[in-house]
């Protein structure tokens, strides 16, 4: 592909730019691509940090993305219920739920493999087992399906929207309202491709319902429910409303000096696949989060 860098482009760095006009790939491959040499400015490679004049030749010659697979790794894991059907975790902040662009090990499918050996199939190679996600950052309760009849019956509440998902969320500001519900659609937003947004029109129906559990000088403590599963859901939501979970920059909250925001899913309610039982699975917050309420 051969880009031209415009007038107005004067200053930036390259990577940024390649970031801007290529929105299709991630930060991550095009770093890879640069560092590799696939990326020539006037016929020469350069650096990701290089600044641009205005009027340069940009060529750029992608490469296949490493095939990704799950692969079984030692590694920790809090397990707050278990039957021959499923599990619950205890997912801590900063796992990633499994392989994606830029992260190929340390993450819950690979602790899982490690712990169990096989697991439902319905999701693919890549993410056996997995029936729902939690951001990277966001700690708390997460089911996995260990075989594939458990998988499909799990999957089929998720969608009929008969699993009770409840979150605990710090967020900046004082709430006014001590409880309500937001119904905005959410969809990629079209300029910072990383981010999701709740300010058009158009997008996937979302609703998410809150209630205050405590009010502190400059933020407040909300339990949040979710009846959809969109991408960064609660964290949107609550941003689109001038809250936004306390740490998440991503969505314009101040810098807090700590490695994690405020989310935390702190209760799951369902079925079990086989028997029907109704079943509450409970993940107390974790010591940071707890430490940073004492704080306030």
Not at 82 to 102: S, T
Not at 197 to 209: C, I, M, N, P, Q
């Amino acid at each position: 592909m051969r880009l031209t860098a415009e007038a107005s482009d004067a200053g930036k760095r390259l990577d940024h730019l390649l970031h801007e006009r290529l929105p299709q790939f991630s930060r991550a491959r095009l770093q890879e691509w640069i560092k590799a040499g696939r990326v020539q400015i006037d016929g020469a490679a350069a650096r990701p940090s290089r600044l641009l004049r205005g009027g340069e030749a940009i060529d750029v010659e992608p490469a296949a993305p490493p095939p990704l697979h799950a692969i079984a790794e030692e590694i920790p894991l809090v397990i707050l219920y278990e039957d021959a059907d499923l599990v619950a975790v205890d997912k801590p902040a900063g796992m990633v739920v499994h392989a994606g662009a830029g992260v190929h090990s340390g993450t819950l499918v690979n602790a899982l493999l490690h712990r169990y050996g096989a697991l439902s199939g319905v999701g693919g190679p890549l993410r056996p087992g997995i029936v729902h996600r939690l951001d990277r950052f966001t700690s708390g309760v997460l089911l996995v399906a260990k075989n594939d009849a458990a998988h499909y019956a799990l999957a089929a509440q998720f969608s009929g929207r008969q699993v009770e998902k409840v979150y605990l969320a710090l967020v900046h500001g004082a709430v006014k309202r001590d409880a309500a519900r937001i119904e905005s659609p959410i969809a990629r937003d079209p300029i910072r491709r990383t981010r999701m947004t709740a300010r058009l029109a158009e997008g996937r129906a979302a609703w998410s319902e809150y209630r205050v559990l405590r009010r502190f000088a400059d933020f407040t403590l909300l339990e949040v429910k979710i009846g959809t599963g969109r991408t960064h859901q609660i964290r949107v939501h609550l941003a689109s409303i001038g809250h936004p979970v306390a740490g998440d920059t991503l969505y314009g909250a101040p810098k807090a000096g700590r490695a994690r925001y405020f989310l935390h899913a702190h209760r799951i309610r369902f079925h079990q696949p086989t028997t029907g039982e109704e079943i509450t699975v409970v993940s107390d917050l974790p010591p940071e989060l707890e430490a940073w309420l004492a704080e306030l």
